[in-house]
């Protein structure tokens, strides 16, 4: 009996024919030989496959050879394209850890250009002509920025946690309370990295109560350090109480205990005219009494990935010499990055410079503007194969920023004829580049606080190339690709 699909596989050509024909070399020219021959074997491995299946009819095995040289192309492609691709954010949610977090000032583009085209005086002291310190280039700018402070950044904020746990820490006991005992995104949970630091955890209080009396009566010979952790993407509502950073921060100096304050995304600018009252800039936190401030460097802050510590220039020294420092240290180009943002706080142009902060900042009746252009684009584009029109929306801080207030923004909801919602959120997703959207009441919403100057036009391209693509039912198939 003759086994399924058996004529196909004995008409299946050998991997060195293939790579023999000039069209598959020239279509593999971008892959090393090695790598051209497996990527060969794949696609015959494939179609055997297949053929054992008997999925696969001669005609189709022909087709399926002779677009052999155009699936290596697509495949070289695919391996030269970079995964990090650019996409428009208008999810609504600014700063968004998925689509990596606050989008940096050009300015500060340009500065990591710089670095890392050529050689920097990263660790070299030009006036004495002898061996630097890294940490200056940003240490000095922190003096300015908080008076009496000294600064010190690492890669990210967890690992800000981390050092001063350790630093102040190891061995010793850190109050905090069960209330504040948080996981964020990443699975990154407080009580684990307090124990990889080498800290004893010392919980207080109860879920929704913690007094400052329970502070006090953990207070003991062995406590290192009292912690205060932003509660980042959750709040407790209700029957709740907390002492006040003041009243902890006097009872940390009563004891010689070091207060530390986990803020997360940190602001150097107020919120409340953005309507969000419950988050004080890292300044406040520090006039409050707070020894050390932590905060991330990618979020309200509007720069790269570092975490930032900031405070009392003995524990900020003592982190700085912390051997585990090292390990955790910056490279060239998130410091020329990071000393750009800081240098335009520092200026006073942090809400005029810095991506995110204008995004925060902008009036909706802006936002409402630019929305009813792109609709009126869109109309005119597209004519009636796309619905559009614009609709009140709540934007998000994001980041662990305020988790339970919205910003008054603007969204345009959008139909395309043949098209479910959800296939329109896909084909935009999909799109080149990317369009991210939401899905709200059966819609799609493409909120315009977070999409930036520029990306406008792509968002109207986006949808009208989607719209051109889709037949409306009755004039054939409902979907086509991309």
Same mark, same amino acid.
């Given at each position: ?231 980042? /993407?959750?709040?407790? $509502?209700?029957?709740? *109480? #907390?002492? %006040? =950073?003041? +009243?902890? &921060?006097?009872? !940390?100096?009563?004891? /010689?205990?070091?207060? $530390?304050?986990?803020? *997360? #995304?940190? %602001? =150097?600018? +107020?919120? &409340?005219?953005? !309507? ?11 006039? #409050? ?194």
């Amino acid at each position: 009996m003759t086994k399924p699909g058996s004529e196909i596989l004995r008409a299946l050509p050998k991997i060195d024919e293939l790579l023999r024909r000039e069209e598959v070399r020239d279509a593999g020219a971008g892959l090393a030989a090695d790598r051209l021959a497996e990527a060969v074997r794949e696609a015959v491995a494939d179609l055997r496959g297949e053929a054992l299946a008997g999925r696969l009819t001669g005609a189709q095995l022909r087709a399926r050879l002779a677009r052999l040289p155009e699936d290596l192309r697509l495949r070289v492609a695919g391996l030269s394209r970079s995964t990090l691709r650019p996409v428009v954010n208008a999810t609504g949610v600014l700063v968004h850890t998925n689509l990596g977090r606050a989008p940096l000032p050009e300015g500060a583009v340009e500065r990591v250009v710089e670095a890392a085209r050529g050689y920097v005086a990263l660790e070299y002291d030009l006036a004495l002509g002898e061996r630097g310190s890294r940490g200056e280039h940003l240490a000095r700018l922190g003096a300015l920025l908080f008076p009496g402070c000294s600064l010190h950044a690492v890669n990210n904020n967890a690992a800000a946690v981390l050092l001063v746990l350790n630093t102040l820490a190891e061995g010793r006991e850190v109050i905090i309370s069960r209330g504040e005992l948080v996981e964020i995104g990443g699975s990154f949970r407080i009580p684990d990295i307090m124990s990889r630091s080498g800290a004893i955890l010392r919980e207080v209080g109860t879920t929704n109560r913690t007094r400052l009396s329970d502070y006090q009566r953990s207070l003991s010979p062995a406590t290192g350090m009292i912690l205060r952790v932003h509660p980042s /993407n959750y709040r407790i $509502v209700g029957f709740t *109480g #907390s002492p %006040s =950073l003041e +009243e902890l &921060a006097a009872l !940390g100096r009563g004891a /010689n205990v070091p207060v $530390v304050v986990d803020q *997360g #995304s940190g %602001s =150097l600018l +107020e919120m &409340a005219s953005v !309507g969000i009252s419950d988050e004080p800039t890292v300044g406040e936190i520090l006039e #409050s009494g707070a020894d050390l401030v932590l905060f991330s460097a990618d979020k309200m802050l509007g720069g790269p990935q570092a975490g930032i510590l900031v405070g009392r220039p003995e524990l900020v020294g003592r982190c700085h010499d912390n051997p585990l420092s090292r390990a955790l240290r910056l490279d060239k180009m998130t410091i020329a990055a990071l000393e750009w943002t800081l240098q335009r706080y520092l200026a006073g142009r942090g809400a005029e410079d810095i991506p995110i902060q204008r995004m925060l900042r902008e009036p909706v009746e802006a936002v409402g503007r630019r929305a009813r252009r792109l609709v009126k684009e869109l109309r005119k584009i597209s004519g009636d194969r796309v619905t559009a029109e614009v609709v009140p929306s709540e934007a998000m801080a994001g980041g662990g920023a305020a988790p339970v207030t919205g910003i008054p923004s603007r969204a345009i909801a959008l139909a395309v004829k043949g098209l479910t919602a959800a296939q329109l959120e896909e084909r935009l997703r999909l799109a080149e580049p990317p369009v991210i959207t939401r899905i709200a009441e059966g819609r799609v919403l493409a909120d315009l606080r977070g999409v930036q100057p520029g990306e406008e036009k792509i968002l109207v391209a986006a949808i009208s190339a989607v719209a051109r693509q889709t037949r409306p039912a009755g004039d054939g198939p409902v979907e086509e690709s991309l």
